[in-house]
């Protein structure tokens, strides 16, 4: 029986938790890497917007191991794309890409909260 791919990210996603909770950064990236690229290529319809096997989440595990290694640039970078994916959600990228003539920025880019754009101009 084949496991669904939603259901893989699920699984990935607790063994990234499981060596993040152990303080294994450096395995736990590795890991967050294959994870982000699963939970990327999973077909929209298949994954939840938030929570155990959304993009998001994998977004924030991968940003935690980061934020373990003490790349907190590369992480916070990770962390407002986990924010921004749980905010919009996959729905707007589908209506953003059959928008004639939308503009290249994401159409998320235009509502920022204040903590967002606090970091973003520090």
Do not use: W
């Amino acid at each position: 029986a084949k496991i669904s791919t939603n259901h893989q990210v699920i699984y990935m996603q607790q063994q990234c938790q499981q060596l993040l909770d152990q303080q294994l950064f450096s395995s736990a990236e590795c890991l967050g890497a294959f994870l982000l690229c699963a939970s990327r290529s999973a077909p929209y319809e298949q994954l939840p917007i938030s929570g155990a096997g959304s993009h998001a989440e994998s977004l924030r595990l991968y940003s935690d191991a980061l934020y373990g290694k003490g790349e907190y640039k590369r992480a916070l970078s990770y962390y407002k794309q986990a924010y921004q994916r749980r905010k919009v959600g996959p729905h707007m990228a589908a209506q953003r890409s059959v928008t004639p003539g939308s503009s290249a920025s994401p159409a998320y880019s235009v509502a920022m909260c204040p903590e967002e754009a606090e970091l973003k101009f520090k």
